[in-house]
């Protein structure tokens, strides 16, 4: 604690300029809209300040919690009074390579890196339009959506590895993304700054109408007008997450302001008022019933916050060393 109040200092001090938020409720970076206060939010606007601030919060032992458009993730309601967090909000450059790639910093969206690709006759990202999140969180959790990922259209990371104070460029083939995963998960320290997009030339009204057919799937699938952080669990190989919420029977259920949604069984939303803990619970009602009914254990793909967060210490065990699916019994 005494380092970060330090650290907080120091920032003040060394970067006067840099957007510096204390005690800012999360519920407002959170499309959950959930979430107390965190102890300190600082946007970096380019590189060099962000390097720099890695540079204090490093002299402090202090390792940061990086935040992208907060579109997948769980906020405490007691907040984050230990936790420095980095905005992306402010690296936002966005621009054609002379090769015609694409190059996108962390804080872009992926709305308005699918409309650039657009507007610029660049084919394959079409399913990102409606993602909420930012190039950052969605290279960290491989985003998707209709058949696509980022993997089949990303040709190379730029991330900051915070330990070694390092910059480097990393082939998409180095990158391990698989199905909501990469390898930015696994290595603590290391942030994603920027990506290349290598995409193919086409017709920008034929791509704007394969962007709005995927628009209206979306809404009428999704419930979106209520907060929620997307998905609420991964997909177990071979199945469908809602589906099997929803052969439960928990489609609509509720505890408290957390409502598994009646449009969309794999989307928690927030009915109003929803606090982290009905959430939690909710989620664990899920897993539980789920496993009951199915014997297939549903992982979170939403992060939950604090980081040492574990949903077996909050209700009821089920086991998470194997998925059972059908008659086989497959190890994860
Ligand atoms: C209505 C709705 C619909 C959604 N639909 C989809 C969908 O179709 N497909 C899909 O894949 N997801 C979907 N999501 C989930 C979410 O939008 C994605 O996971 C997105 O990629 C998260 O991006 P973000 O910027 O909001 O990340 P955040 O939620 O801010 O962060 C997510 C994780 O990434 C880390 N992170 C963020 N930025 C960086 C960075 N620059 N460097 C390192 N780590 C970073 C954070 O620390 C955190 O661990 C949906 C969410 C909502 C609310």
Redesign the pocket.
């Known amino acids: 604690m005494e380092n970060l109040e330090l650290a907080i200092q120091d920032v003040r001090a060394q970067l006067p300029g840099m957007k510096l938020l204390e005690n800012e409720p999360m519920s407002a970076?959170?499309?959950?809209r959930i979430g107390g206060p965190a102890r300190a939010i600082a946007s970096p606007s380019d590189i060099t300040s962000f390097t720099k601030l890695c540079d204090i919060l490093k002299q402090h032992e202090i390792a940061p919690?990086?935040?992208?458009?907060?579109?997948?993730?769980l906020f405490p309601d007691e907040g984050l009074a230990d936790l420095f967090l980095v905005s992306?909000e402010k690296?936002q450059r966005i621009f054609l390579l002379p090769d015609g790639a694409v190059y996108a910093e962390?804080?872009v969206?992926?709305a308005k890196l699918a409309a650039f690709a657009q507007e610029n006759g660049l084919k394959g990202l079409e399913?990102?339009g409606?993602?909420?999140?930012?190039?950052?969180?969605?290279?960290?959790?491989?985003?998707?959506?209709?058949g696509g990922?980022?993997k089949d259209v990303i040709e190379s990371v730029v991330?900051f590895y915070i330990p070694a104070q390092s910059l480097s460029e990393l082939p998409k083939e180095e990158c391990a993304f698989s199905y909501?995963k990469s390898c930015?998960?696994n290595t603590p320290g290391?942030?994603?700054?920027s990506a290349v997009f290598r995409l193919e030339q086409d017709d920008p009204a034929a791509i704007a109408a394969r962007m709005q057919e995927l628009s209206e799937k979306?809404r009428s699938k999704?419930?979106?007008d209520l907060?929620?952080?997307?998905?609420a669990f991964r997909c177990p190989e071979g199945h469908f997450a809602a589906a099997l919420i929803d052969e439960a029977g928990l489609k609509g259920f509720q505890i408290g302001g957390a409502q598994v949604s009646e449009k969309h069984a794999g989307?928690i939303v927030n009915r109003g008022g929803a606090t982290s803990h009905e959430v939690y619970d909710l989620m664990m009602h899920i897993r539980k019933t789920v496993y009951e009914k199915s014997g297939v254990v549903l992982e979170p793909?939403?992060?939950i916050l604090p980081p040492d967060y574990r949903l077996e210490d909050h209700g009821p065990k089920v086991p998470r060393n194997r998925i059972v699916s059908g008659l086989s019994m497959q190890e994860e």
């Not at 290391?190 to 700054?193: G, N, Q, R």
């Open positions: 970076h959170s499309s959950f919690f990086m935040l992208g458009n907060g579109t997948n993730i992306t690296l962390a804080g969206s992926l399913f990102a409606g993602i909420p999140g930012t190039v950052g969180g969605g290279c960290m959790m491989n985003a998707g959506a209709y990922e980022l991330y909501r930015f998960q290391c942030v994603v700054i979306r999704q419930p979106l907060p929620s952080a997307g998905s989307f793909e939403i992060i």
